[in-house]
């Protein structure tokens, strides 16, 4: 396993959740990271994204409300999530460079 995701769950609107990603296998620092999210029938879309540089680009959706970050030394990287909506309800996966995790799901409703 090249990306392990882990922190995805049910929260209702309003709460928090982060989510980790570890890449034991791969050196990380060499890619950029990013956290995308795929909804049942609709296309997998970008979240955030933290590049070789550490700009960060993040989707209008969740801008103010989401966190990326990541540490090379460990290569992992976290996407911290504040006020949650049902509408962030989704499979998160997370991208190094090319290679996908194999998603978590998280899911927002009262």
């Known amino acids: 396993v090249q990306l392990e995701e882990s922190g995805g769950g049910f929260v209702q609107p309003g709460g928090s959740l982060k989510l980790t990603c570890s890449a034991p296998t791969i050196d990380s620092k060499l890619y950029a990271m990013g956290w995308y999210r795929q909804a049942p029938g609709k296309e997998r879309e970008l979240v955030a994204q933290i590049t070789l540089g550490g700009h960060l680009n993040y989707a209008d959706s969740v801008k103010g409300r989401f966190t990326i970050s990541r540490d090379s030394a460990s290569n992992t990287a976290w996407l911290q999530m504040e006020m949650l909506k049902p509408e962030d309800t989704a499979v998160y996966y997370c991208?190094?460079?090319?290679?996908w995790g194999q998603g978590t799901q998280v899911t927002v409703s009262p």
């Open positions: 991208l190094a460079g090319a290679i």
